[in-house]
């Protein structure tokens, strides 16, 4: 970063072309995304960084706050996330430059590497489908595998985008993260398309679990102050409760010839 513009000239023109008023802006957007902002170019020696160009990149290894079978990818479109095949989740999402390879590519590879972008975001850390008892049964919290539910692996599109299998009690589910274009920032559409061969009673989509979740116009939710979510489905309208100290938007999984589409859009 330029320390100042003597003459009102910057002493780095290899960005944004010399220009002041643009290196400027940078970084005040920098320091305005406070402890969300990713760490700039140039500080940390060493760094391999991973870059989508054209096709996602999936990176399939230990990521900071999930387990050690953490599946990241990173898109074109600048919006990336890691994908936990133990708990059977989306865990993270991020904005901009996707991950520093060098931790696991240099010398022993030890270590839970952390995103290299911005905006990172903490998600659901239980699989989020779920038959409950009743509306007022807490949301499961055992391991998957301890309630039957098995990951089946991922496969990925003519554009190289996963999409990720597993199976619960009763019910397999089919989910793909697709990247989409927002005001500001890139967002997520999750498509999550579920199939039973018998009726599953009482089956759930957790959308959401926060100390708040407010509801917005035109069906939007916003969680925890960052996220703004919708969902999109043929069965009854998402279901706001109290559970456990927290909110939790839960989505009735509605059926029909053994199959259930529900599309839930994420930005932040």
Wanted: a neutral charge; charged letters at 20%.
């Amino acid at each position: 970063m330029p320390t100042g513009f003597a003459g009102g000239r910057s002493t780095i023109g290899g960005v944004y072309g010399g220009d002041p008023a643009s290196q400027i802006a940078a970084i005040w957007k920098y320091l305005g995304d406070g402890d969300k902002a990713g760490i700039p170019d140039g500080l940390i020696a060493g760094v391999i960084e991973l870059k989508p160009d054209g096709r996602p990149i999936i990176y399939r290894n230990f990521i900071d706050g999930l387990s050690p079978r953490g599946i990241a990818v990173g898109y074109p479109e600048g919006a990336d996330l890691a994908w936990d095949a133990n708990k059977l989740c989306l865990a993270l999402v991020w904005h901009g430059r996707f991950i520093d390879a060098s931790m696991h590519w240099v010398g022993r590879g030890n270590g839970f590497q952390t995103p290299l972008g911005d905006h990172i975001v903490r998600l659901e850390q239980t699989v989020p489908l779920a038959a409950l008892e009743s509306l007022d049964s807490p949301w499961p919290n055992q391991p998957p595998k301890e309630r039957g539910y098995r990951f089946r692996g991922y496969r990925l599109d003519k554009q190289g985008r996963p999409t990720f299998e597993y199976s619960g009690p009763g019910f397999s589910v089919e989910e793909q993260p697709l990247p989409v274009a927002g005001k500001k920032d890139a967002g997520f559409e999750r498509r999550l398309t579920i199939s039973a061969e018998q009726p599953v009673s009482q089956l759930y989509f957790l959308a959401a679990a926060s100390p708040e979740i407010k509801p917005l116009d035109e069906g939007r939710y916003l969680v925890g102050g960052t996220l703004q979510i919708r969902v999109r489905s043929a069965g009854p309208m998402p279901i706001v409760r109290h559970n456990g100290g927290r909110q939790e938007l839960l989505v009735p999984v509605a059926l029909k010839d053994g199959k259930a589409e529900i599309v839930q859009e994420i930005f932040w």
